[in-house]
């Protein structure tokens, strides 16, 4: 009968302060961070160390000198009382560093989950002097686990050189939900009612899955968002000050979600799932390794059914007319995502990685939609009343997608890798409304818009990395990524006496009152960077870096021209070079830590930006977007101050500034305006007079000063809170629409949000977990949104060490409202929007197989470089 064992997690008991003991730059790539020590039946207490000025280093290998051994655990003892009075972790390339280490003579443990402890006995410390342990050999063991007893438990917040990691699997209040629900703790980030992400107040970001991109994440990041399940999401990175190795896309940063991988010989399945009165999941995932190789597997289903409210008017400054909208509807939708991959030990340092992922969507929204028409006398401005309208609106969108990836890696020696990756990726999206227009009961009119896109992305990347003696380390790379967006769009329209069936739209005569068109997007990438590190005896650690590239792009925008079989044909051609510099600065100041960094980025438009389609779904919000914008350009500054009080409570204050030219800026105008100004569109020529049009335009120049201050405060081991505020003030300099020309706009305001979040463990076998906060208002060019509070609690029972059943609540007091105001000289637009989203769900839990460990390696590649929204794995 094979051995329980417990393994202690005691040198992460003092979960905050292991954020301050870990190198700087430490956690960069992605692996299984979990650094358990293998000490049986004991607690690890952690005594005061006197302080000193020595340090203790090393290089933590296996046996065999293939690889580093990753995020092992090092605990430093007292020779005398074998009393543990510091410790940390190693980083990803095997190296630890004990610092302020006072004279004396101690031992030291090096253990991993998979080897054998290793204990070094009688270091002696002479005062002043730095002692370097070289390489740390550690001797492979397998042992079958029955159970695991988990003694600590990493903080919910961590804090990095260049990013911040929320630890997002110990977020019961995200149980059942997806990855936009999870997104919402995060500190420094915004999600609104769709699903869109904003950091510090820009979504000019670059969303990553597991360092990866997809082009269902450049089509849409609030879609991407709803196929990635809760229970899968490991950790959120938030890198604010990405270094030269990232792409330069991203001017506000990087969000990378790191998902559970296994570090596990032998066979596992997970399965978890919820049930709710307004979203439902089904999820499962395991793993498979046996000797060399090793496959994940994964799927994950979800069903959303909600009901919305709308209410809102628009106002023509200029003729006087205003139109009040009900609009109340059903929401439906379906997310799936699943994935394989593998990963195969090629022998001497080498591995090779490969998967596939899917992604699939269906998301159904039926709106009937109540229009009012008013008419203001010119003499008296009294409102009369002109007419009513009934419209009848079912809004399909479909969605799948595919990413293919292929990872070779090479480690010559501890600190001197390559790489080479490549990455194949491709989406369909379909979007059709259907729009009846009614008189009673009656269909007086159909009209259909249908939008078909297919998108794809081809790159190729290699990387090397050498450590030079001790203190520094150099990372050269290039990249190659070519993209491609093919779109059609077709409208058509019809009496109700051709057709009374939406079904029979595909079958309409061709009418010339049926305009459509599409465009053709090429976009070729190129880069090449190299980053440098050095760290003083000082402490004081510096790595600059700086990237090139160079874009080329062309597009074909055709039109179809109302009663003419010949279509207009647009050509744009383009091509920029871009040098993207970065630095980031680390040096302790006793118990405090600060931080300054620079990065200068850039932002593409992404794809619902460029795309033509004129979305008529709301006749009287109309969107769509624009095929010669350009890249926008931001300068990012950032200051921070961390310490740590104790071992349980951990804090930082950070100060940002940031600097946008040429902005990417959302503009409305009106119907009239909007005919004026894009002349060539014929849908754009016989809109609803009442109608406000949306698209972007590069006219905006944008200023942002703030800062931001998040904490992880620990009552005691099974009491903790974590707090986060941010507070901005946003100056935005664009253009307005007025008529058929374009005058100067200002706008400012300051934006407040913040949230807490409590974890409470009430027994051995329940947890609870509780969260509130508010998202502060957003301010635009032309109006602004206002502030939405949301809150959540969730309760946990441990059944056993494999299952486990919970209950969670959202905004369970009355749902959400958000209202939306804009004003021009030309035109007022309000609206009001009702979310139903008083979520009450089950969730459960369930872990079956029989595993080892061993230990993890895998790398990988990204593209992190479109508007839309890590380091390798």
């Not at 000025?53 to 046996?63: A, E, H, L, P, T």
């Not at 270094?243 to 990378?256: F, L, P, Q, R, V």
């Not at 259909?448 to 203190?471: P, R, V, Y």
Request: aromatic share 10%; charged share 20%; proline share 3%.
């Amino acid at each position: 009968m094979s051995r329980k064992i417990h393994i202690l997690i005691g040198i992460l008991i003092s979960t905050s302060t292991f954020a301050q003991w870990g190198p700087p730059g430490g956690g960069g790539r992605n692996q299984e961070r979990v650094p358990p020590n293998r000490q049986q039946n004991t607690e690890l207490n952690l005594d005061v160390a006197p302080k000193g000025n020595s340090k203790i280093s090393g290089n933590i290998v296996d046996q065999e000198l293939t690889t580093a051994v990753e995020f092992a655990s090092v605990a430093l003892l007292d020779a005398a009382t074998g009393r543990a009075i510091d410790g940390t972790m190693a980083d990803d390339k095997g190296k630890f560093e004990l610092k302020k280490v006072a004279e004396g003579t101690y031992n030291l443990t090096v253990s991993f989950v998979g080897y054998e402890t290793l204990k070094i006995e009688k270091i002696k410390v002479e005062k002043g002097k730095d002692v370097d342990l070289g390489v740390i050999k550690l001797k492979s063991s397998s042992i079958t686990l029955e159970g695991v007893v988990v003694t600590g438990e990493k903080p919910v917040i961590e804090e990095k050189v260049d990013r911040l990691v929320y630890n997002a699997e110990r977020d019961m209040t995200a149980a059942g939900g997806d990855a936009s629900d999870v997104l919402k703790n995060v500190p420094m980030l915004s999600v609104d009612l769709d699903g869109n992400v904003s950091l510090r107040g820009s979504e000019n970001i670059q969303v990553l899955i597991n360092n990866k991109p997809s082009t269902i994440v450049a089509s849409s990041i609030a879609d991407a968002l709803k196929m990635i399940p809760s229970e899968l999401i490991k950790s959120v990175e938030v890198i604010t000050s990405p270094s030269a190795k990232y792409d330069a896309e991203g001017t506000a940063g990087i969000i990378n979600i790191i998902t559970k991988k296994s570090t596990l010989q032998g066979l596992n399945l997970n399965l978890n799932g919820g049930l709710g009165n307004r979203a439902s999941n089904l999820g499962f995932n395991g793993n498979y390794r046996t000797g060399k190789l090793g496959i994940s597997f994964g799927g994950f289903g979800r069903m959303n059914y909600n009901k919305s409210k709308n209410e809102s008017f628009n106002e023509n400054l200029v003729t006087g007319l205003r139109t009040d909208q009900l609009s109340t509807g059903r929401n439906n939708g379906m997310f799936g995502r699943y994935n394989i991959g593998f990963d195969y030990d090629l022998g001497k340092g080498q591995t090779l990685y490969g998967g596939v992922a899917f992604g699939t969507r269906a998301f159904n929204r039926f709106n009937d939609q109540n229009f009012t028409y008013f008419g203001r006398d010119s003499l008296t401005h009294a409102q009369t009343l002109l007419r009513k309208e009934l419209r009848d609106l079912d809004a399909l969108n479909r969605g799948l997608s595919i990413d293919y990836t292929l990872d070779y890696v090479k480690i010559f020696q501890p600190g001197t890798e390559w790489s080479v990756s490549a990455m194949y990726s491709q989406s369909k999206d379909r979007t059709d409304n259907y729009t009846n227009y009614l008189n009673g009961n009656t269909i007086y009119k159909k009209q259909w818009n249908d939008n078909d896109n297919m998108n794809s992305e081809l790159a190729f990347q290699t990387d090397f990395l050498k450590s030079i003696g001790k203190n520094q380390q150099l990372e050269v790379g290039a990249k190659s990524l070519s993209r491609t967006i093919d779109s059609k769009y077709l409208y058509l329209l019809s009496e109700s006496s051709v057709s009374q069936d939406k079904d029979n739209f595909d079958n309409l005569p061709e009418d010339p009152r049926n305009p459509g068109g599409g465009l053709k997007y090429n976009q070729s990438i190129y880069a090449a960077y190299a980053a440098y590190t050095y760290s003083t005896a000082s402490k004081l650690t510096m790595k600059a870096g700086g990237r090139f590239e160079y874009t080329t792009l062309d597009a074909t925008q055709t039109i179809n021209q109302v009663g003419s079989d010949v279509p207009v044909k647009q050509y744009f051609k383009d091509e920029y070079p871009v040098f993207v510099p970065s630095l980031n600065i680390s040096k302790p100041f006793g118990t405090y830590t600060t931080k300054l960094s620079y990065n200068y980025r850039i932002q593409r438009p992404g794809l619902r930006q460029v795309n033509p389609n004129i979305n008529l779904a709301d006749p009287l919000n109309i969107s769509m977007g624009t095929t010669d914008l350009v890249p926008e350009k931001t300068h990012n500054v950032e200051l921070s101050v961390s310490k740590s009080i104790g071992q349980r409570t951990y804090l930082t204050l950070s100060t940002f500034g940031r600097y946008s030219g040429n902005n990417i800026t959302r503009v409305s105008m009106t119907a009239e305006g909007a005919a004026a100004r894009y002349p060539q569109i014929p849908e754009l020529q016989n809109l609803d007079p009442s109608a406000i049009v949306t698209t972007f335009e590069n006219i905006g120049k944008e200023t942002t000063l703030g800062g931001n201050f998040f904490g992880n405060i620990g009552i005691n081991r099974n009491w903790s809170f974590t707090t986060n505020f941010d507070m901005y003030y946003v100056n935005i300099e664009g253009k307005e629409f007025k008529g058929d020309r374009m005058v100067d706009r200002t706008t400012d305001g300051v934006v407040v949000s913040a949230r807490l979040s409590t974890n409470l463990k009430l027994a051995d076998k329940w947890s609870l977990q509780a969260n509130g906060g508010w998202r502060g208002r957003r301010v635009s060019l032309q109006g602004e949104s206002a502030a939405v509070p949301n809150y959540a609690l969730a309760v946990r029972y441990d059944i056993n060490k494999a299952a486990s059943i919970g209950l969670g609540a959202d905004n369970f007091f009355g749902g959400i409202k958000m209202k939306n105001n804009s004003a021009t000289s030309q035109f007022i637009s309000n609206s009001t929007s009702y979310m139903y989203n008083q979520n009450i769900r089950l969730t459960f839990s369930y872990k079956m197989g029989n595993m080892r460990f061993v230990q993890s390696k895998k790398r990988g590649i990204s593209n992190d470089d479109t508007k839309g929204g890590g380091d390798e794995e």
